[in-house]
């Protein structure tokens, strides 16, 4: 499994501005060769190396790495950009926002994050230093820190490439490691996980992760942002940029809480973990204004995806099912009809009379179709 360790940088006040003076002129050369390619339509990395490598070079007077890794950025960049656009993410073909993506290249912050691999980065694990490129030479013996876990997986299964980040005043850097994957142990049954909006995750159990503390955190920053834009004045726009990612680290360790009860439960109990594949439920979900707010501020998909890795990376089989009719359906007697809700929290079965919780009940249908999807896609596997 692939994941990502980041590691705090304690650089001296000339090894900050060596930092700082590299990854401005990254970032400048990025988006040099970003306007190149959007103008001649050129995106192969390779094509753009061939007409854009020297002038980086000369111009930007960057180390040859760092040249070549501001280029396959760019590259990289306009592949996601064209399959953002392929798959409808900004819109259909024509509306005002796709076309006003589409009209102009892409342009990469001052101090966007810059790739280094192990040609111009190397790692002094017992010392807790770096030796780093930079556009005045090597910086070596530049400190970092992080926890004694972070740092033992670091020092184990380190792969690949590292970013170096700067965030709200701070040097970082995110390594990627490999964790080998753990036997896949054959599940004795699923644990049914609903993801809502009053309910961040219920489970097929009948334990319910609340969403009221975060939706009111949020609503509170909401408010306080509106505040502090109406202003306009230097210390509210200053209290804006050292608030603005404050939100979403309360969210990202709230869903990293409930993942973690979520996939110890399910070790516990030796069952695997069914979620519903919400894919384009903003698309889909019509709401009316206060409540559009709230559906696009949920972090759902980071919730799953917190979920799904933590499993993975513990042995648990994990499945995501279709989401249709899971809160309109019985549980007990698999009668589907939409009177079957009276209310958000109610579930009563027209058919048999089975009363439930609705996320409860919701759970329990994801729980059953990740036994049979299971069941299905191994039979495959057995007759293949």
Same mark, same amino acid.
């Given at each position: ?10 650089? @001296? ?8 003076? @590299? ?12 306007? $190149?390619?959007? /103008? ?11 007409? !854009? ?48 993506? /589409? ?30 490129? !930079? ?7 530049? *400190? ?14 380190? &792969?690949? /490439?590292?970013?170096? $980040? ?34 961040? *995750? +219920? ?14 955190? &949020?609503?509170?920053? &909401?408010?306080?942002? =509106?505040? $502090? ?6 210390? *509210? ?6 608030? =603005?990612?404050? /939100? ?8 990293? +809480? ?10 516990? !109990? ?23 707010? !709230? ?12 979920? @799904? ?13 279709? *989401?249709?009719? +899971? ?13 079957? &809700? ?43």
């Amino acid at each position: 499994m692939r994941l990502v360790v980041r590691v705090k940088l304690l650089p @001296t006040p000339e090894q900050a501005v060596a930092l700082d003076a @590299t990854l401005r002129a990254a970032n400048q050369a990025a988006n040099e060769v970003s306007r $190149l390619a959007f /103008e001649r339509k050129i995106f192969r990395s390779r094509d753009l190396r061939n007409i !854009t490598y020297g002038h980086v070079r000369s111009q930007f007077g960057l180390p040859a790495q760092s040249a070549q890794h501001a280029i396959k950025k760019v590259a990289d960049a306009y592949t996601t950009l064209r399959s953002n656009l392929r798959h409808g993410n900004y819109g259909p073909p024509g509306s005002p926002r796709r076309a006003k993506i /589409e009209a102009k290249p892409i342009v990469f912050r001052p101090r966007a994050a810059q790739p280094y691999d192990d040609r111009c980065l190397s790692w002094n694990h017992d010392a807790r230093t770096v030796s780093i490129g !930079t556009l005045t030479g090597r910086i070596k013996n530049l *400190a970092f820190t992080g926890s004694p876990d972070q740092l033992a997986r670091l020092r184990e299964h380190r &792969r690949g /490439e590292s970013d170096l $980040l700067f965030r709200d005043g701070l040097w970082f850097l995110s390594a990627t490691i490999e964790v080998p994957d753990r036997p896949l142990a054959e599940p004795t049954a699923f644990l049914g996980v609903d993801l809502g909006i009053a309910n961040i *995750a +219920t489970t097929s159990d009948g334990v319910h992760h609340s969403g009221k503390g975060l939706n009111a955190v &949020r609503h509170r920053h &909401r408010e306080l942002r =509106r505040r $502090l834009q109406a202003k306009q004045t230097k210390s *509210a726009k200053r209290l804006l940029k050292r608030r =603005r990612r404050k /939100e979403a680290r309360f969210a990202a360790n709230t869903n990293h +809480t409930i993942a973690k009860q979520i996939v110890t439960e399910a070790i516990r !109990t030796g069952r695997g973990i069914a979620l519903e594949d919400l894919g384009g439920i903003r698309d889909r979900v019509r709401l009316r204004k206060p409540q559009r707010v !709230t559906l696009h501020s949920w972090s759902f998909h980071q919730l799953g995806s917190f979920i @799904t890795y933590k499993a993975i990376h513990a042995g648990l089989a994990v499945i995501h099912v279709e *989401a249709a009719y +899971t809160s309109q359906g019985c549980s007990r007697c698999g009668h589907v009809d939409k009177h079957n &809700r009276p209310n958000q929290e109610t579930f009563l079965c027209t058919s048999c009379g089975f009363a439930e919780h609705a996320d409860v009940n919701a759970a329990r249908n994801i729980a059953a179709r990740g036994v049979a999807g299971w069941a299905v896609s191994h039979a495959a596997d057995d007759a293949a």
